[in-house]
C-alpha cells in the first residue's frame, strides 16, 4: 500500500473551504484532518506534498470532449492520448466524451468503436454520453442496456441535418425512452432546418468569411429549439440537459423552466464566457479560429452567462473541446464558411479561466469547484467518485497555485492544436501538481504521467435531479 500527504493547504469543494491534511491510500482519499492537529500530525506516508499556500482541489471533470471526433471531412486534432494528457496539464482528470452512433448503425457499434480509440491511450480517467443519430426501434431498445452498463446519457441533435438530426418526433421518443430507463437526454439545441436556409442564402449572397457562421445561426433559433425542447421534455416527463448554452435567451428559457419546477439543465463553455463575435470578425480569415456551435455570440451575452453560473440557472462548465489546426483543417472553409469545421481547443484551458473569473469577481471559488467538479460528476453520475474531495473518493486531487501567473498561448499549450483560442491572455492561477487516482501525472512543470493510466468510468444515472 502506498500513502501520500498532501500538507497545510486550504481544500476547496462545493461544499465548504477548509485548512486540512489530506490522506490519501492507494487509489483514494481515506481521510482530512484540520491542518496541525494531533490527528493530522500524527499521520505519516511515503510521499508528502508540502501545499502550503496552495489550493487543494478535486481534477477537473469535463463533461464534454470530442477526440478524434470525424466531422467536416476531417477528424478532431487531439488523439485521446493527446487530448487527455492536455487535460492533465490542466488539472482535469476526468472527461466524458462523446461516442458517435452512425446513420445505419447501431449504438453498440458507435460505442465499440469509440471504446477502441480511447482503450490503453488515456492519460487520465474516461467515460462516455452516446450521440444517438438514428432514433429507431432498435437504437430506442439499445439505450436501456447502456444505462444499464453505466453510459447514461444520450446525447441529440436539432441542428445538423442529414448529419446528426433528429426532428421532433424522433426526439419525443428518446426522450420518452429517456424517463423509463433513467438516461439523461442532452441537447444541442438550435433549428438546424431554418439555419440551413439562412446559410444557404448568405453563401448565395457572396457572405462567405467566417463571421457569417455567427450571424446565420442566430440567437432566436437557439432561443426557439431550447423553448421546444424544454416542451418536448415536459411532455416526455424526461429531465433534459442542453450542452453549450451561449445566447441570453436561451439562458431565459432555460430560466423560465427550472422556476416551473422542470429537471432542466444548462451547460455553458468558456469560449462564450470570455470571447465573441468580436473573434469571429477577425481579418485574414482568422475568424474561423473561433467557428464552433452554437456560435460566438456579441459581448453583451457574457453577463447573462455569467449571472446564470451564479444563480444556478447554468449548472456546468465544459469545454466542448474538439480542436481543429488553423493550418490545413480551418482552411477547409476557405472561402464557405460552411465549410469550416466546427470546434475549438479548450481542455486544458478550462480550470484556469475559470480561476481567472474568480480572481475576476464573476464566481466565488466555491462555486468554481461546483460548476467544474462537482456538478459535472452529479449530472452524469460519477458522484462522490469524481468531483470531490472526501473519504472513499478518488484520489484526483489538484495542488493549484492560486498566485501563478501565466500566459495562455499555443506556443506552451499540450493540445494538438496550432493555435489558441485564448492567445496571449494574462490568467492567474495554475495547478502544480496533479494527482489522477493517487498517481502524480503533473508535477511542476513536469509530465510524469502515461497513456493508459487513465481508466474508463461506468456511471450511475443522474444524481443531480429535484
Ligand atoms: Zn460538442
Redesign the pocket.
Known sequence: MSRTLIRGGLVITAAEEVHADVLVEDESVVALAATGSTVAEGWTADTVIDAAGKYVIPGGVDA?T?MELPFGGTFASDTFETGTRAAAWGGTTTIVD?AVQSVGESLRAGLDTWHAKAEGNCAVDYAFHMIVSDVDENSLKEMDLLVEEGVTSFKLFMAYPGVFYSDDGRILRAMQRGADNGGLIMM?AENGIAIDVLVEQALAAGRTDPRYHGEVRRELLEAEATHRAVRLAEVAGAPLYV??VSAQQAVAELATARDRGLNVFGETCPQYLFLSTDNLAEPDFEGAKYVCSTPLRPKEHQAALWRGLRTNDLQVVST?H?PFCFVGQKELGRGDFSKIPN?LPGVENRMDLLHQAVVDGHISRRRWIEIACATPARMFGLYPRKGTIAPGADADIVIYDPDAEQVVSAATHHMNVDYSAYEGKHVRGKARTVISRGTVVVDQDRYLGRAGHGRYQTRETCQYLV
Do not use: E, I, L, R
Open positions: 464534454h470530442h462523446f444541442h450542452v453549450h466542448d474538439c470546434g
